[in-house]
């Protein structure tokens, strides 16, 4: 397929508006799924789970199978509207939509349709800049998760030209909240970094509620971003897109601005723009065509004749606000205070995603500056180099630890660095790698003055020099003990000894 010509960005928000649109899915880590006993998967971090051994029968749509709501998942739901801003429903219920697909079991998804648990909210997200966007939330709803398919065969892994499918439903029936905002206008060539900047923020928040990990990479929260452009002086919105399940933040970012220049160069040649789901490319940072877009009429709702509404009691609602968590950008706020972290530095953090794990590692006993510069640097570049989450890698715990062993010196910062690697390989605490290793630093004063004094024998000018002011001249030696003692020596008490012989001599 030949790639979709794209107008300049800057080009396409002179002629046209951006309106923009987000569903975003998250899946609640409850014990079990929301409609029945099942384990939910989004409860293992790890996904280690055989395909489709955490099931039940309604969640394979055999016949007289019945659901029971998930109480934990309600509350979890009614959290996440209060921190979203919404009002709770006195009263809710769950519908059917119907549609056919073969990771659902029953030929529809159990949901909520105009009666959603949550509505009418709004939510402040940050820009990197400080700028702070108002976002109106028009419903959180709950609803079950479908299975998963895994295409075999072909070139995309995706069902157009694969040989067979295979269908996993482990996942049918995980409970989700998708939280739908009204239309955003006015977002100009800020668009997709307002798009970014709302799904951290959705992501903060629910990390904040402990009511998910939120980690796009394993579909904890996924993204539908909607893009539609009207010309200049129009008021009706043009038709929308839809971009399915774009897995990182990067990428949120990235799909909202093609789209732009996508449906720009489009309605600049006289075309018009279909109404569909796209998918995102991350190779390629393209979208492709999916299908229709369907409107609600086509799902046929009708109210789930198997479910009571749910009616929370005022007391529970009220209970659940009082616990809500500090707002994610007063908590900001709050942190960069506390730790004295210039705008720069706090921004190399919450950019990375890092906040929480710098924030555990504080809390562990690291001051902030190690805690960031170990996070935003040697760990950070190790993620990158394996294509992980940094948070995958070494615990909070174990960064301070670490960091505790340099500030006691224990270790020099180099050497630090290569109990971080076998930390990170799976050899056990910082402590651990440096017994098994024999990584400590050399203290012994008298081991050090005796590499020093090898050092002099090979380079006998180099106190001269020192005693002649050229202190400079002591690097030499100070590479040569570094080298013997394999870089276990202190160099900054080396330094002081070997100034010590030179006075002496």
Not at 168 to 173: E, H, L
Not at 298 to 320: I, M, S
Not at 388 to 404: F, I, K, T, Y
């Amino acid at each position: 397929m030949a790639a979709a010509k794209l107008m300049d960005f800057d080009r396409a928000l002179e002629l046209f508006e951006p309106v923009l649109g987000f569903e975003v899915h998250v899946e609640l880590n409850t014990a079990t799924k929301m409609f029945s006993s099942a384990g939910n998967p989004a409860h293992d971090a790890n996904h280690g789970a055989a395909p489709n051994t955490l099931v039940a029968p309604v969640d394979m749509g055999l016949p007289g199978a019945l659901p029971v709501v998930n109480e934990e998942a309600v509350r979890s739901s009614i959290s996440l509207g209060l921190a979203l801003g919404c009002q709770i429903a006195p009263s809710s219920r769950f519908a059917r939509k119907n549609y056919f697909y073969p990771d659902l079991g029953k030929n529809y998804q159990i949901s909520q349709y105009d009666e959603p648990i949550a509505f009418e909210g709004r939510v402040v997200v940050e820009l990197e800049d400080g700028t702070e966007v108002g976002i109106d939330i028009e419903r959180a709803h709950m609803e079950e998760d479908a299975g998963k398919l895994t295409h075999v065969g072909g070139s995309t892994g995706r069902i157009q030209g694969a040989e067979y499918s295979l269908v996993d439903y482990n996942r049918a029936g995980v409970p989700l909240v998708e939280i739908v905002t009204k239309p955003i206008v006015g977002a100009e060539h800020r668009a997709p970094e307002i798009a970014k900047a709302y799904v951290q923020t959705i992501r903060d928040i629910v990390r904040a509620l402990g009511i998910s990990e939120a980690r796009m990479e394993r579909g904890n929260l996924r993204c539908d971003a909607n893009v539609s452009l009207r010309p200049r002086g129009q008021e009706k919105f043009g038709t929308r897109t839809e971009t399915k399940n774009v897995n990182s933040m990067r990428s949120v970012e990235r799909a909202v601005r093609y789209e732009i220049q996508r449906q720009a160069a489009i309605l600049e040649a006289g075309g018009t723009i279909t109404q569909e789901t796209r998918h995102w490319h991350e190779d390629t940072g393209r979208t492709s065509p999916g299908r229709p877009k369907s409107d609600a009429d086509d799902y046929r709702y009708f109210p789930e004749p198997d479910l009571l509404p749910v009616v929370p009691a005022p007391e529970l609602v009220e209970q659940l606000r009082a616990a809500l968590p500090e707002a994610p950008a007063a908590r900001r706020r709050r942190l960069k205070s506390e730790w004295g972290f210039t705008d720069l530095e706090f921004q190399d953090v919450a950019n990375g995603g890092i906040l929480p794990e710098v924030e555990a590692t504080i809390a562990a006993g690291a001051s902030p500056a190690a805690a960031r510069k170990w996070w935003t640097g040697e760990i950070a570049r190790i993620a990158n180099a394996q294509d992980r989450e940094a948070s995958e890698l070494v615990s909070p715990a174990d960064v301070a630890a670490l960091q505790g062993l340099v500030d006691a010196g224990t270790l020099t910062d180099k050497l630090a660095r290569q109990v971080l690697e076998g930390v990170i390989a799976g050899e056990g605490t910082p402590q651990k790698v440096v017994d098994a290793r024999g990584l400590a630093v050399v203290s012994d004063d008298g081991a050090l003055i005796a590499a020093i004094d090898e050092a002099l024998t090979a380079q006998p000018d180099v106190l001269e020099k020192i005693r002649d002011g050229k202190v400079q001249a002591a690097g030499a030696i100070i590479g040569a003990v570094m080298k013997a003692m394999k870089g276990q020596a202190d160099a900054a008490r080396v330094r002081e000894l070997i100034l010590e012989r030179a006075a002496q001599a």
